[in-house]
């Protein structure tokens, strides 16, 4: 039974926001639900939204599909599949004739045991988000498993549905022949990656976006490889790579919308967690008092879960500085989050990261950054600032602005990791691109100087480069978003522009010069976008990119010609036998492990929506 928490709401037109004091509320039942999300449109005679009479007429299949597939797709993205199917009961007062669950049915699990798992970093691996502690997403050669001559040849080796979810946005990870990813609904699953059968399956409070990390830790009943999970209710998790039984659970932020979606790093018997929240969506209320979140770097034993240090990226706390105008009480400064995943320097023992914006002012020197930290007391070490005064939350997208600090404030936070790399000459830089559209190369050895800076788009809330690159010995490799926005007429709904977005860059790491450019491909069906949103991966003589368009293409290193083209969009036949369909490609980038790329499909924010894993290989072999 799901637990009773006391919530919060917040209303932007007919989007509710629901928040507890652990973070997004799973709310009671239907007709819970239908008061909190539905009722402000459906019984207030709002344009276009059919009364409850009506509702009742239809069958809860119909509800759903309009929920899923329909005019409400916007509006309940940000639910549970379990959740949308308890309003179709509600306001039709029928049942579906089959439950949905999140657990595997016994036909989907494997018979042995399968992978290696004695020692699973040994073998072809993709570890976390960036595959090492550099965040390079290039995969060598011999790990990667095929060459790029073979490119050509890849097929279809097997599809894994998610019952229930309208996005698969979790970058998966690859070890000891199992692939870790999670989900919408906080399932965690181990999946074979030679089948696609389950070993095992892990439920986390909240939703996981952030990649899983394997690393040997050291318990009292002896050594075991652990599976890293972080959640969108702030939860740190370990748990048994084996066989998914729990080790600990920390709550690395008390903060009520605290989250964590970077994958955590795992180096010498530490964890490193970046922390972030949702603050800035509830910010776009008049009622809120807006903001006060910090954004945080932890460090956790990695066998016990027990804090070493955190260190905020802003050193002061938020205090009272104005009021709106209609009375609420606001703060800052605030914000600074850590979206994506750290990056570890054993050289100089220090941790890098890129931070967010300010959610209010006064603005923060610590927003739009790249910081370092020293990995053993967590002390910043330096902080390079990339935008100024970037003090946003969702109120500055809306027409009233009222908790809109900056008006002119344009959203430019890093949601792309640092990527730490060496040069041809022998120096060393760290290299990110920005919402903005600028890709910066910064010296780590010289607290943070400036090395290059290049323009690939005009950048943007949804633009410039969105989740990160991939940098092999002398490129980086950048894709970029810049998706257009269309406003749906007599709705807030927005529907992705087909002509805007999108193009592959690559750069030389030594001076940012551009080698080549490879131009979006055309859009032509609904929800559709030529933006490249998603994170990059590389291997020798290739580089994969994701498509809001729901394609994912490789391109050759050289000049950027297409190499490979597969459609993941439209209906999937899985091992698990759960329906699955492929959408949009965004947030979460391809593996490239042990022969196999392996990707997930399915965005519904910005595009189609999808619930399937893909793995593709050599002639499907």
Known sequence: MRSRLRSIRYTVGC??????????????????LYKQLCASCHETGTDRAPGRDALRAMS?????????????????????????????????GKSFAQA??????????????????????AGPIWNGWGVNTANTRYQEGAQAGFTAAEVARLKPKWAFGFPGELSADAQPTVAGGRVFVGTQSGTVYAIDAASGCVHWSFQADAAVRAAVSIGRVETRSGPRFAAFIGDRSGHVYAVDGANGVLLWNTKVDGFVFA???????????????????GEETAGATADYECCKFRGSLVALNAATG??????????????????????????????????????????????????GNN?????????????????????????????????????????????????????FDFASPPILVTLPNGRRALVAGQKSGMVHALDPDREGRIIWQERVGKGGINGGVQWGSAADPTNVYVALSDIGRIPVPNSQATLPDPEAGGGLFALRLDNGQRVWRAAPAPCRRPRCSPAQSAPVS????????????????????????????????????????????????????????????????????????????????????
């Open 538 to 621: 590389a291997m020798p003589g290739v580089v994969f990119s994701g498509s809001v368009d729901g394609h994912l293409r490789a391109y050759s290193t050289t000049n950027g010609a297409i190499l490979w083209d597969v459609d993941t969009v439209g209906p999937h036949t899985t091992v698990n036998g759960v329906p699955a369909q492929g959408g949009s490609l965004n947030v979460a980038g391809p593996a490239i492990s042990g022969g196999t790329v392996i990707v997930n499909s399915g965005y519904v924010q910005n595009g189609m929506p999808g619930n399937v894993l893909l793995a593709f290989s050599v002639d499907g072999k």
């Open 100 to 121: 949905l669950s999140t657990t595997p049915s016994p036909q989907a699990m494997c018979r042995g045991t399968g992978g290696d798992f004695a020692n699973p970093l």
């Open 306 to 355: 027990q804090q070493i240090w955190k260190t905020y990226t802003i050193s002061e706390e938020a205090r009272p500085t104005t009021k709106n105008r209609v009375g609420t009480q606001l703060w800052g400064p605030s914000g600074a989050p850590i979206w994506s995943s750290p990056a570890i320097d054993v050289q100089r023992n220090a941790i890098y990261v890129t931070t």
């Open 15 to 32: 989007m509710v926001f629901l928040f507890s004091s652990s973070g997004p509320i799973f709310a009671e039942d239907g007709p819970t």
């Open 359 to 411: 959610y209010s002012g006064p603005a923060t020197t610590s927003s739009d950054a790249f910081m370092a930290f020293d990995m053993d007391s967590g002390k910043i070490l330096w902080s390079r600032q990339m935008t100024a005064a970037d003090a946003w939350n969702t109120s500055c997208r809306l027409p009233d602005q009222i908790n809109c600090t900056e008006r002119d404030a344009p959203d």
């Open 60 to 92: 809860p299949e119909r509800v759903l599909a309009a929920l899923e597939k329909g005019a409400m797709l916007s509006m309940a993205a940000g639910r549970t599949g379990v959740e949308r199917r308890d309003i179709a009961e509600f306001v039709t």
């Open 259 to 277: 989250r964590v979606t970077g994958s955590p790093v795992f180096h010498d018997g530490r964890l490193y967690v970046g922390v972030a929240s």
